[in-house]
């Protein structure tokens, strides 16, 4: 079955350590309870320094957690970088509510300095 996962992993490992790798089926003849069954045919020099699965798996399980940890620091640093534009937001809110006080106070101004004028232009004309 070439599908199988493990084979896939150890096939790939073939390649790069340049020998062959084999899965086939075998039969046992001898003993019929024991039908067969799959097995890897390794052919070439440097099977001895064949990885085991748990060290597969480690390092698989290390690049998942140096993954998770890397993650997390980005989590912070835009944590931080969201904290720092609400408190930009904060300040241009309090600016903004002034904005329209002074407004309001420069309109009044004008009202009164119109309301003046026409006291000072009605009297002339008494």
């Known amino acids: 079955n070439k599908c199988n996962p493990i084979f896939r992993i150890f096939s790939s490992l073939a390649i790069r350590w340049q020998f062959r790798a084999q899965y086939r ?5 001898s003993n ?10 390794f052919f070439g020099k440097r099977v001895k320094y064949l990885l085991s699965l748990n060290d597969l ?5 290390q690049r998942i957690l140096s993954t998770i940890q890397n993650s997390e620091e980005l989590c912070r640093a ?8 609400r408190i930009r937001l904060q300040k241009v809110k309090l600016e903004a509510d002034d ?8 309109s009044l101004g004008t009202y009164h300095e119109i309301y003046a004028h026409y006291l000072i232009i009605g009297n002339r004309k008494k």
Do not use: A, H
């Open 57 to 61: 798996l480690d390092n698989r399980k």
């Open 32 to 41: 019929k309870s024991n039908g067969g069954g799959w097995c890897f045919y």
């Open 78 to 85: 835009t944590i931080g970088q969201v904290e720092k534009v």
């Open 25 to 29: 089926y075998f039969s046992n003849k």
């Open 99 to 106: 904005v329209p006080i002074e407004v309001q106070y420069e």
